[in-house]
């Protein structure tokens, strides 16, 4: 576990230095401001189009940013290092894709929902958005990590971390939205969340075996 531990504390500072949050945040926040004035001053219809333009924003600003967890160890050779210590492998890839959810996905959930108050949303709706948006926000970086890992050796991979990711984010981004969407009503949302946490759950799971297969085939 220290070398887990050293392996987070370590992305967590990269994560800090490359600047990948404030490009995320810029993307995050210039979606929110640009989409009403392309819709107008209609106040109705920003209401119940707002978790969508959030949940979408938050999503490809996560997609922007989903090169970054394996790309630089996998060229400076960090990651064949990676491979040789008695850590298991996919526990490694874990501890890279839960270092993504701390320094980018985690704190776009957080801000979202603030934001999204320019699109005219009710305030009390905010807390369940809170909560749908960061626990779909770990989903979306386990994800991320897959498709970083699928391109970890290709340059320019991004258009194919596009195609290989969002198919994958589409039942995140349904029940994501459908769990926002659900009134003020707590058991309303509660069918969304369940099926919201069973999806991060399943991510959480798969993630990790996955994205070790596809970097190990490159490392070989």
């Known amino acids: 576990m220290s070398a887990v531990r050293a392996i987070i504390a370590r992305d967590l500072r990269l994560g800090a230095r490359q600047g990948g949050l404030g490009t995320a945040i810029g993307f995050l926040l210039a979606l929110i401001v640009l989409v009403p004035l392309s ?3 209609d106040l109705a219809l920003l209401s119940r189009i ?11 600003a996560v997609l922007l940013t989903s090169e970054q967890i394996f790309q630089q160890d996998f060229e400076d050779g960090s990651l064949d290092l990676m491979t040789m210590t008695a850590t298991p492998f996919e526990l490694i890839v874990l501890a890279k894709a839960f270092s993504h959810w701390i320094t980018v996905s985690l704190p776009l959930a957080v801000l ?21 948006m960061i626990l779909g926000s770990f989903a979306l970086s386990m994800l991320a990590a897959i498709g970083g890992a699928v391109t970890a050796g290709l340059r320019r991979g991004s258009l194919l971390v596009s195609l290989v990711i969002l198919p994958l984010y589409v ?11 659900s009134g003020l009503a707590p058991e309303t949302a509660l069918p969304s969340f369940l099926v919201l946490l069973a999806i991060t759950l399943v991510t959480l799971v798969i ?4 994205s070790a297969a596809a970097l190990k085939a490159y490392l070989r």
């Not at 707002?50 to 490809?60: E, H, S, T, V």
């Not at 039942?171 to 969407?181: C, E």
């Not at 993630?207 to 996955?210: E, K, T």
């Open 207 to 210: 993630s990790p075996l996955a």
């Open 171 to 181: 039942p995140v981004l349904i029940f994501g939205i459908a769990a926002s969407t």
């Open 39 to 41: 819709l107008g001053p």
């Open 112 to 132: 979202a929902p603030p934001l999204g108050l320019m699109l005219n949303i009710n305030i009390a709706q905010v807390p369940m958005i809170w909560v749908a």
């Open 50 to 60: 707002a978790p969508g333009i959030m949940w979408l924003g938050l999503l490809l």
